[in-house]
């Protein structure tokens, strides 16, 4: 089950189809009907999403909302695909459309296998089992993808930094990141603190500080 902030989205176990509801600004809701008047219809009852190579995706694990695009991952944890606004190379599949009105496969087991995918206001990241590696994409210019730049990213990019990690997920500006050893890393843009560590920005991941015991 995934949540966005004007739209909903769940995988049904039996046959790995992704079903959505709710606003469809950007495709969000993965209908692969091209039509102006309708892709921004809301929709109060679940819709199967389609991707650009079959009518109905299935075989999904699990998936990530973000505001407006989505990610799923494959039960084999080989395949990512995604869908919605491409704006600044979100869907992270090197195109240069505005958006994707039905899944786009972005991962086919060439960088291994995928644990977990999440996805932010403007970027997802997607974690590589057992090495615990970060992969990143989308808008750049807050520091989220860990590049060590403010540059934006339409493919994944594998954050150096970062490896044996087990778990990843991202927010608006933001990713973290807990590795094996039970630490807690965080890059992106903070405004609360939200790096824990006092800088204002940092395009590479950072140690959060202060933690009295491993997480």
Known sequence: ??????????????????????????????????????????????????????????????????????????????DVWCWGSNSHGRLGNGGQDWRKISAVQILDGDVGQIGEVTSGGKHSCARTIPDGQILCWGYGGDGALGTGTTSSQSTPWLINDISGATMVTTNNDTTCALNASGGAWCWGRQYYGELGDGTALSAEPVQVQGLH???
């Not at 004007?6 to 790995?16: D, K, Q």
């Open 1 to 78: 089950l995934g949540l966005g902030p004007l739209h909903s989205c769940a995988v049904v176990e039996a046959t790995g189809e992704v079903w959505c509801w709710g606003g469809n600004s950007y495709g969000l809701l993965g209908r692969g009907i091209d039509d102006q008047e309708l892709w921004s219809t809301a929709h109060a009852a679940p819709v199967v999403l389609e991707s650009d190579e079959t009518a109905n995706l299935t075989g999904m694990g699990s998936l990530a909302a973000g505001t407006d695009h989505n990610c799923a991952l494959s039960q084999d944890g080989e």
């Open 213 to 215: 015991e491993e997480l």
